[in-house]
T-cell receptor, first 115, second 114 residues
Framework: AQSVTQLDSHVSVSEGTPVLLRCNYS??????LFWYVQHPNKGLQLLLK??????LVKGINGFEAEFKKSETSFHLTKPSAHMSDAAEYFC?????????????FGGGTRVLVKP | DAGITQSPRYKITETGRQVTLMCHQT?????MFWYRQDLGHGLRLIYY???????DKGEVPDGYVVSRSKTENFPLTLESATRSQTSVYFC?????????????FGPGTRLLVL
């Protein structure tokens, strides 16, 4: 069994300040972890993924996430928020199965960026 | 480079009608998925397919039917639409055979059932 908990349903930051989106997971297997972003009325876009290589993963648009096995966390950060970062972010865990990779989504964190 | 497309993008229908949502991908990915997105539930898997003519149920399959006669297409049918099926539906694809766990998502179909 696997599950994902995004600890904040909403995050509000000022433009130019750091962004931190928190994610904790549980998985019976060595997981792969993803962050997806969804802009209003758009589909989901992959930001970054962790697949058991380097624990610090760099993604697109200046985002990065650190896999911490001891804390079962995969928090997403960005040093300086931009107005275009206003969106909903999903932390996702994947477990390989014989029939394919099942994705389990967190509930999402909606980010508001204030000018 | 079309990627993965969904049609229609918006649909309004009435309770009891049959509705088919289309999904098409140009990457020849073997796996395809259908999700629904609802407030408070995130994305939930409805059905998935490992290859043409191979489909399996996900977390919330009741009231839905899928088929996959061709690798590139994965239509989702609501046999008799209900108000509870009002949602945003996303199709996705992936290619695990080449080590690709990443799922790539279409733009979504917004369905309103009156």
């Amino acid at each position: 069994a696997q599950s994902v908990t995004q600890l904040d349903s909403h995050v509000s930051v000022s433009e130019g300040t750091p962004v931190l989106l928190r994610c904790n997971y549980s998985s019976s297997y060595s997981p792969s972890l993803f962050w997806y972003v969804q802009h209003p009325n758009k589909g989901l876009q992959l930001l970054l993924k962790y697949t058991s290589a380097a624990t610090l993963v760099k993604g697109i648009n200046g985002f990065e996430a650190e896999f911490k096995k001891s804390e079962t966390s995969f928090h997403l950060t960005k040093p300086s928020a931009h107005m275009s970062d206003a969106a909903e972010y999903f932390c996702v865990v994947s477990a390989k199965r014989a029939a394919g990779n099942k994705l389990t989504f967190g509930g999402g964190t909606r980010v508001l960026v204030k000018p | 480079d079309a990627g993965i497309t969904q049609s229609p993008r918006y649909k309004i229908t009435e309770t009891g009608r049959q509705v088919t949502l289309m999904c098409h991908q140009t990457w020849s990915h073997s796996y395809m998925f259908w999700y629904r997105q609802d407030l408070g539930h995130g994305l939930r898997l409805i059905y998935y397919s490992a290859a043409a003519d191979i489909t399996d149920k996900g977390e919330v399959p009741d009231g839905y039917v899928v088929s996959r006669s061709k690798t590139e297409n994965f239509p989702l049918t609501l046999e008799s639409a209900t108000r509870s099926q009002t949602s945003v539906y996303f199709c996705a694809s992936s290619e695990p055979a080449s080590g690709g766990e990443t799922q790539y998502f279409g733009p979504g179909t917004r369905l309103l059932v009156l």
